[in-house]
């Protein structure tokens, strides 16, 4: 030992017998070896010198024995102590790889081991639990800094002491046998120090210790199984009993059967000579036949690697170590921790799991403290299980947030794993404690299931519903066998693997059987092109570049007239006024955001950058005089366009805004498309017919002898999954599983294994009868094979030529390229069209010759070929095409579509964002709301209800008034997005314009032109519901049918669509039983389990299907008369002017007469439910043409005189029609329809009008 610390060592005291004696600088010496502590080197010497002078044993502990009342003595003893017994892998970080380093581990390690056995009494933990209760007995006003870091301290200690890893080379101890953790243990438990860990586990005041008390308890608890524990001190159940015999009747079978085998490899007659034999047929090394030398008794077990050096496994190949046995501790050490366990779920378990989970949340713990926590949760709620289940002990982590804080932390253990190679057996043993929670989390959910309690049940059901509704807990084995690597994960993780996806699938498998279908959700990885990779390449700076880029600003500057939006000017800031950099300084990066904004040929911000940068720097005139002329402004910009400005160097971004811009770029390249759809367990099953998911299988079911019963059921029953219900046992035929089927059907013990025998013949089985008709069977069994190849194997294989991509012969590629090359130069729209009616063969097709022309290197990539569509390419604006936009905006300026009309007209098509871009820089309009859509209903088209559901006309009035903030912001924000790409821009011009399309004519058209039958069954139901008050919500189910017959004609796929009511009215009708008849009726489904809300209208049904019960939910009308059928012979020219006609007094009503028009739908709906008669008065004001009418339905008080006011309507509508021009259509039944549709709508409106004069009185 160095002399200071012998010297300092000695100053302490001595030991006389068990009494201590203290030297007079004992506190002084304590201290100096505090700071010896403080600047060892890397070998911690002192550490391991005071070790070997075992300073803790003879000298700290009978210190604090005997003299702990001297509060600053205690205070540095413990803080030297808290020191010295620090973990060996905290004092060098890891295990040291080199030899020297090496040893002074294990030596601080052998010193560590030391210290524990010398804490294994009960005066020191006497004396720790004594002045740790003194300083809990304090208030918090009472506590002093100094006693907050003493309780800290002591816990500290305690932590550290039973950290210490047993020596089992030294202890040597067996099961039941007290080990010395086993003592140290008992020394806690006869202190009273457990009983303090419990109420600083419980107490609110002391929620501030809740991670060292969860670590010293999970330390307690590290040799010890759950299990183990719940069976202390009680008698063996009859299923233990008989695991037991089991497991000995196997292991007796073994020894008759070796015993058998000795018997057989001893011949009947000694002889001292062996004998030499030849085996026919066996080569040997040369040509000759092998020659045997031994007896032959041995002969089968001869092999050609007898006496070879065995070959030695690289490092990075080899299997990972299991971690250390648990072993059984003493028995009076098991019932105190049983007693443990039950009082802390009692008291302390949920209020503990509470604030542990609270701080990792909040990142206020440790590295890889998250460790303990799940510990806890799987030892306990295992306990809880064996222990009398109880569901309230352990209800703080029997919830959703608690699968998804381990399923985030499995996730987040296997990308460590793949990128911190060095440590992945550390992040292994991480994946496999949170796998366990996992599993017990599945295991107590399946307990819950099984309880008495009808709430239990019910919560259990629901948590199973939320974690098979979701696809990352759905998916999460596949992914983990998936990508199991035996190399860094043990074994046992494996077992555990497989127990808890055999559990997982069992559960799932029975909560389908209940449950006609279950919807779950399905997400889909969507790749789009980055912004960042337009940015980045660098704008052309040649002369020719610049030149031709001036022109175009200089002519979009002149057309705009030197005039800037508003909102333009207000979104210009010219300096950056959170920067660190001077404001004089920024002036020349303002010069230079403006030549970056003229490289970018948007003139306007160029310009108007440069009068901002003008008010904020006037000196000089750098950026031109305050009086400057517009020519002036313009020269001066293309000064500054071909200037050479100094542009300083980025400085180098920070690492985390490197992060935040490749995080951004990968989610600009990535989309996740959330959907649902019904599963089907059986097509779940199908993703684990994979050879990579097998292989786990297999390799487990290697060590069938050593795994439990209950292990080899769950790999014989996954295994059954394929081979039987999926017919994939192919997958199964390979050699090395056969030679592992050979080798369970030749032990001894095979009795035991009954299960993995009889599949193992069942596979056998299947094989030979594939091999009798397949003669390459038994060359397939040296390949691993994945489903296309055992479908082959089984059903035949497929010819040569069938299934590959059409190859190119030499004169055809020499076609393609001079065809090409002919048109390449040429000045056609789509080269790729123009070339495929030219080639000789005639069935390829678009694709097939654009990846010839890749392949052949005649372009660079696929990309350069894309199908051009509508306007993409057009971006400037000439002079002629800026008259002819100022000639249709003076031509629709009064319309009510005014940039749809514009659209229509323009010679050149634009995208809505380009033409209102250049309308606000043109000056055309000041701003965006200018050019909203007026939506109004005419006098005789949408007054009279054609083609018009409730929910459009609602629709139209909301959309009369622009000035809604939030369809402002949305708005921009479409238009926003449709900036960012040009090809997105028009994909969604043309989709919005057939939307409006099928929305304003062709479902109009849909709806009356096309003779849909009415369903006879159903005739009276609806009869009857229309009685009942429910015309609105019929009307929005019709609108349903529809829109989802058009969806599904127009994308051709069928989903189930649900019906969401939004209105009170229908979410009223949804609870009518009447309602719910017809809908049952229709095909509609109901939900079909807690999981779902709504009804759907179901996937089976066709569109046909569904305009035919949309039309059967039409009004009752009367049959046409005679006269509606003369119209059908007059012509369809008059038809058309009528329609014209009707178009423009379509847009003759306001916007302000819509608004009363709905309060007034609103009134009559109200008194329509309370009240079946009420008298209308008549106002002084009433339209012209409705007069009479109005005055009539003002003297009606009964649904009678309703339906006389609908006869009247009909006249009237006669007398328009005999003043206008009449509808034709060839058809005579549909213009019947259409009368019989308009007419309920056109007593609506009168409805109307007579509650507006109401209102006006």
């Known amino acids: 030992m160095n002399c200071e610390l012998l010297a300092t060592c000695s100053a302490l005291g001595y030991l006389e017998g068990d009494i201590y004696h203290k030297e007079a600088d004992c506190l002084e010496s304590v201290k100096d070896l505090i700071r010896y502590l403080r600047h060892e080197d890397d070998t911690r010497d002192v550490r391991q010198q005071l070790g070997a002078g075992q300073i803790v044993q003879n000298d700290l502990l009978p210190i604090i024995i005997q003299h702990g009342q001297d509060k600053p003595l205690f205070d540095a003893c413990i803080r030297l102590m808290v020191n010295l017994t620090q973990p060996s892998m905290l004092c060098f970080g890891k295990v040291p790889d080199d030899p020297v380093f090496r040893h002074h581990f294990l030596e601080v390690t052998a010193h560590l081991q030391a210290y524990k056995e010398a804490f294994a009494s009960e005066r020191v933990f006497g004396i720790l639990s004594e002045i740790l209760y003194n300083l809990l007995q304090l208030d918090w006003e009472q506590r002093q800094e100094e006693d907050t870091l003493l309780i800290e301290r002591i816990l500290l200690l305690v932590r550290n002491v039973l950290h210490v890893p047993a020596d089992p080379c030294e202890e040597k101890k067996v099961d039941d046998d007290a080990s010395v953790h086993d003592r140290l243990l008992w020394a806690i438990h006869m202190s009273g120090f457990d009983d303090l860990v419990k109420f600083l586990a419980s107490a609110q005041s002391e929620q501030q210790w809740s991670m060292h008390v969860l670590e010293i308890i999970s330390l307690m608890f590290r040799d010890q199984t759950p299990e183990a524990l719940v069976s202390a001190g009680q008698a063996r159940s009859a299923e233990e009993k008989q695991r037991d015999s089991q497991e000995l009747e196997a292991l007796r079978e073994k020894e008759h059967a070796a015993k058998r085998s000795r018997t057989f490899q001893r011949g009947t007659r000694h002889s001292r000579f062996g004998g030499s034999f030849v085996v026919q047929g066996l080569k040997s090394i040369a040509d000759k036949d092998v020659i045997y030398h031994r007896k032959v008794n041995n002969f089968k077990n001869y092999t050609h690697d007898t006496g070879k050096a065995v070959r030695r496994v690289p490092k990075r190949n080899r299997q990972a170590q299991e971690c250390k046995d648990k072993r059984r501790s003493a028995l009076n050490v098991r019932l105190f921790l049983r007693e443990f366990c039950v009082d802390f779920l009692e008291n302390c378990y949920n209020r503990l799991m509470y604030l ?20 806890a949760l799987s030892f306990f709620m295992a306990f809880n299980r064996g222990n009398g289940f109880r569901a309230d002990l352990v209800s703080e982590t029997m919830s959703i947030r608690a699968f998804h804080f381990i399923e985030r932390n499995i996730t987040n253990y296997y990308e460590m794993i793949l990128t911190d190679k060095k440590e992945a057996t550390s992040w292994s043993r991480r994946m496999h404690l949170a796998l366990k929670a996992y599993q017990e989390l599945l295991l107590t959910v399946n307990e819950m299931d099984r309880s008495q309690d009808e709430s239990i049940r019910q919560s259990s059901s629901v948590i199973k519903s939320n974690i098979f509704y979701l696809m990352e807990y759905r998916e999460i084995f596949l992914t983990l066998l998936r990508k199991y690597d035996e190399t860094s994960q043990p074994q046992s993780y494996l077992k555990d693997l497989v127990e808890s996806t055999h559990l997982f699938l069992r559960m799932l498998e029975h909560f389908c059987q209940g449950r006609k279908n279950l919807m779950v959700q399905k997400k889909k990885v969507k790749r789009k092109r980055s912004r960042g990779e337009r940015k980045s390449s660098a704008p052309d700076t040649s002369p020719e570049a610049l030149e031709e880029t001036w022109k175009v600003v200089e002519e979009e500057l002149k057309a705009t007239g030197f005039q800037l939006s508003e909102a333009l000017t207000e979104s210009i800031v010219p300096f950056d006024a959170t920067s660190e950099t001077p404001l004089e300084e920024q002036r020349t990066e303002a010069m230079v955001r403006v030549q970056d904004a ?66 951004l770029e990968e989610e600009e390249l990535e989309s996740v498309q959330v959907s649902e759809s019904e599963f089907n367990f059986l097509d779940f099953i199908k ?38 219900n999926l017919k994939m046992d192919a997958l199964l035929y390979q050699l090395s599983v056969f030679n592992l089927f050979n080798k369970i059907l030749s032990d ?83 080269i790729v069209e123009t070339l495929l009616p030219l080639l000789s063969n005639s069935n390829r097709n678009r694709r097939q010759v654009v990846m010839q022309l890749v392949h052949m290197g005649l372009v660079d990539n696929a990309k350069e070929l894309k199908k051009q569509k509508k306007g993409t390419r057009i971006v400037l604006w000439t002079e002629e095409q800026e008259q002819e936009l100022e000639m249709l905006f003076e031509e629709y300026k009064d319309s009510d579509d005014v940039l749809g009309n514009i659209l229509k007209k323009l010679t050149a098509k634009r995208s809505r964002a380009r033409v209102v871009d250049k309308m606000l820089s043109m000056g055309l309009v000041s701003e965006r709301r200018e050019l909203y859509k007026k939506r109004s209903r005419s006098t005789q088209g949408k007054r009279s209800g054609e083609g018009m559901t409730e929910e459009e006309f609602l629709e139209g009035l909301t959309q009369g008034f622009p000035d809604n903030p939030m369809d402002r912001d949305d708005e921009d924000e479409e238009e926003d997005e449709s900036e960012e790409s040009e090809e997105e821009e028009e994909e969604e011009e043309e989709e919005e314009q057939e939307r409006e399309k099928s929305q304003n004519g062709g479902r109009r058209s849909q709806s009356l032109h096309s003779p849909v039958e009415r369903r006879a069954d159903i005739g009276s139901m609806v009869y009857a519901l229309q009685q009942e008050g429910l015309s609105g919500p019929m009307l929005w189910l019709q609108n349903c049918l529809n829109r989802t017959a058009e969806d599904r004609e127009e994308d051709g796929v069928s989903q189930a669509v649900p019906l969401v009511p939004l209105t009170e009215a229908n979410e009223e009708a949804m609870e009518n039983k009447s309602f719910r008849k017809l809908l049952r009726k229709l095909g509609i489904r109901a939900p079909a389990n807690e999981q779902e809300t709504f009804w759907r209208i179901t996937a089976k049904i066709s569109a046909s299907q569904l305009r035919s019960a949309a039309a059967a939910l039409s009004p009752r009308e009367e049959e046409p008369k005679g006269d509606e059928e003369q119209d059908g012979s007059r012509s ?48 002084d004001f009433t339209p012209v043409e409705d007069t009479d009418i109005t005055t009539e339905r003002s003297q009606e008080k009964t649904s009678t005189k309703r339906s006389r006011s609908r006869v009247l309507d009909d006249d009237e509508d006669n007398e328009e029609d005999s003043t206008t021009a009449v509808k034709i259509d060839p058809n005579g039944d549909v213009d019947s329809d259409r009368e019989d549709i308009s007419a309920p709508v056109k007593r609506r409106r009168k409805m109307v009008l007579i509650d507006e004069e109401e209102d006006e009185d």
């Open 356 to 375: 542990v989970k609270e701080s990792l949340i909040r990142e206020q713990t440790q590295q890889h403290d998250e460790t303990y926590y799940l510990w």
């Open 598 to 663: 003229l490289l970018a040929r948007l003139g306007p911000e160029a310009l108007g950058l440069l009068r901002a940068a003008r008010e904020v720097w006037p000196e000089g005139d750098v950026f031109g005089s305050a009086d400057v002329e517009p020519e002036e402004e313009l020269e001066l910009l293309k000064q500054i366009l071909k200037a050479n400005l100094p542009r300083s160097s980025p400085p180098e971004p920070v690492m985390e805004d490197e992060d935040d811009g490749a995080e």
């Open 687 to 724: 993703r684990f017919a994979n050879p990579s998911i097998v292989r786990p299988y297999l390799l487990l079911l290697n060590s069938y002898s050593k795994n439990t019963p209950h292990t080899n059921h769950c790999i014989a029953r996954m295994l059954h999954r394929l081979a039987v």
């Open 748 to 830: 001894p013990a095979a009795a035991a294994y009954k299960e993995l025998v009889t599949f193992a013949k069942y596979v056998l089985n299947r094989f030979f009868s594939v091999a009798a008709k397949n003669n390459k069977a038994y060359i397939e069994l040296l390949f691993w094979k994945n489903v296309g190849a055992a479908r082959e194997m089984t059903e035949g294989y497929t010819k040569d030529g069938e299934g590959k991509k059409p190859t190119w012969t030499e004169e055809e590629e020499e076609e393609l390229r001079k065809l090409f090359e002919d048109h390449r130069h040429s000045e056609v729209p789509d």
């Open 1132 to 1179: 369809p020219t008059v038809e058309s002017q009528e329609e014209e006609q009707q178009q423009e007094e379509e847009e003759e009503v306001s916007s302000e007469q819509r608004t009363h028009a709905l309060r007034a739908l609103l009134l009559a709906r109200k008194r329509k439910q309370h009240t079946s008669e009420q008298t209308a008065p008549v106002s």
